[in-house]
Nanobody
Framework: QVQFVESGGGLVQPGGSLRLSCAAS????????VGWYRQAPGKQREGIAS???????NYANSVQGRFTISRDNAKNTFWLQMNSLKPEDTAVYYC????????WGQGTQVTVSS
């Protein structure tokens, strides 16, 4: 019954910004580390950002300094603020908990192009 619904993706120009949202149901997120992942065509899914229940964050080198992960336990929701977007950020973005990891949602498409 655990489900994650990603939203906020779209088409943006290089250097632009997007804010992705992850709404969870069937689970209370407050006790979990949560994270964002992305998968580009023909590539494996990769983790790009995580945040613990104590608000400790971790980022992949490729997004460090450009992306910010945050959470609101009262809303059972977390976000990924993406700034200074590059074409190589183009991918489907997914959210999930970490340890345990539940079923993946549909993801939200982010396309960075002129």
């Amino acid at each position: 019954q655990v489900q994650f619904v990603e939203s906020g993706g779209g088409l943006v120009q290089p250097g632009g910004s997007l804010r992705l949202s992850c709404a969870a149901s069937g689970i209370t997120l407050s006790w979990y580390t949560v994270g964002w992942y992305r998968q580009a065509p023909g590539k494996q899914r990769e983790g790009i950002a995580s945040i613990t229940s104590g608000d400790t964050t971790n980022y992949a080198n490729s997004v460090q300094g450009r992306f910010t992960i945050s959470r609101d336990n009262a809303k059972n929701t977390f976000w990924l603020q993406m700034n200074s977007l590059k074409p190589e950020d183009t991918a489907v973005y997914y959210c999930n908990t970490i340890n345990p990891e539940y079923a993946w949602g549909q993801g939200t498409q982010v396309t960075v192009s002129s």
